[in-house]
T-cell receptor
Framework: DQQVKQNSPSLSVQEGRISILNCDYT??????FLWYKKYPAEGPTFLIS?????DKNEDGRFTVFLNKSAKHLSLHIVPSQPGDSAVYFC?????????????FGQGTRLTINP | GAVVSQHPSWVICKSGTSVKIECRSLDFQATTMFWYRQFPKQSLMLMATSNEGSKATYEQGVEKDKFLINHASLTLSTLTVTSAHPEDSSFYICSARDLGVGGAGDQPQHFGDGTRLSIL
């Protein structure tokens, strides 16, 4: 049962344009959502997060939008830069089986073309 | 910012060998650390939650006797893959959350760089 889903395994965007990565979740009890960026053979790096009581959080080029009614969040990167090429994971935090845990999506590989 | 160091980054060993992976929080104390496993092109799957001074909590389907976790101090957790076999080959990643700043509320988990384990 995949509680967090990233339905696009890959995305290719032109440098300077906007990159939009999407994530859907099924558990309405998740209270926090995070986006991580991952390069090969490295651990994920935290990018940006959003509380379930908000609908938008912005940090520089990165903005996360949360639509609770649709159980959907998205990460916008604008303008996209070649260094943004990586795998992006969305994660949701919730109490599962008595403990606070992060549940990750499958990841989306973003490629920024010069 | 918070840094989590994981060692070794890459291990190749023979079937039947036990392998220990260390995870350290370098500039903060972590009462709780997490161990994940990632198969190629798949998501990070939580294996267990490591609690300082007490037993680890394992996720369903993860063998406790196979994956031994020790969290002896506030900055160190170890994962030992005992009698490793080729099916244990994977990318193992630890993470920790800095509870020292603002409490448990909104602090993100910070991840180590992972350990690529290859069992021949």
């Amino acid at each position: 049962d995949q509680q967090v889903k990233q339905n696009s395994p890959s995305l290719s965007v032109q440098e300077g344009r906007i990159s939009i990565l999407n994530c859907d979740y099924t558990n309405s009890m998740f209270d926090y959502f995070l986006w991580y960026k991952k390069y090969p053979a490295e651990g994920p790096t935290f990018l940006i997060s959003i509380s379930s009581i908000k609908d938008k959080n912005e940090d520089g080029r990165f903005t996360v939008f949360l639509n609770k009614s649709a159980k959907h969040l998205s990460l916008h990167i604008v303008p996209s830069q070649p260094g943004d090429s990586a795998v992006y994971f969305c994660a949701a935090r919730g109490f599962i089986q008595g403990a606070q845990k992060l549940v990750f999506g499958q990841g989306t590989r973003l490629t920024i073309n010069p | 910012g918070a840094v989590v160091s994981q060692h070794p980054s890459w291990v190749i060993c023979k079937s039947g060998t036990s392998v220990k992976i260390e995870c350290r929080s370098l500039d903060f104390q972590a009462t709780t650390m997490f161990w994940y496993r990632q198969f190629p092109k798949q998501s990070l799957m939580l294996m267990a939650t490591s609690n300082e001074g007490s037993k680890a909590t394992y996720e369903q389907g993860v063998e406790k006797d196979k994956f031994l976790i020790n969290h002896a101090s506030l900055t160190l957790s170890t994962l030992t893959v005992t009698s490793a076999h080729p099916e244990d080959s994977s990318f193992y990643i630890c993470s920790a959350r800095d509870l020292g700043v603002g409490g448990a509320g909104d602090q993100p988990q910070h991840f180590g760089d992972g350990t690529r384990l290859s069992i021949l």
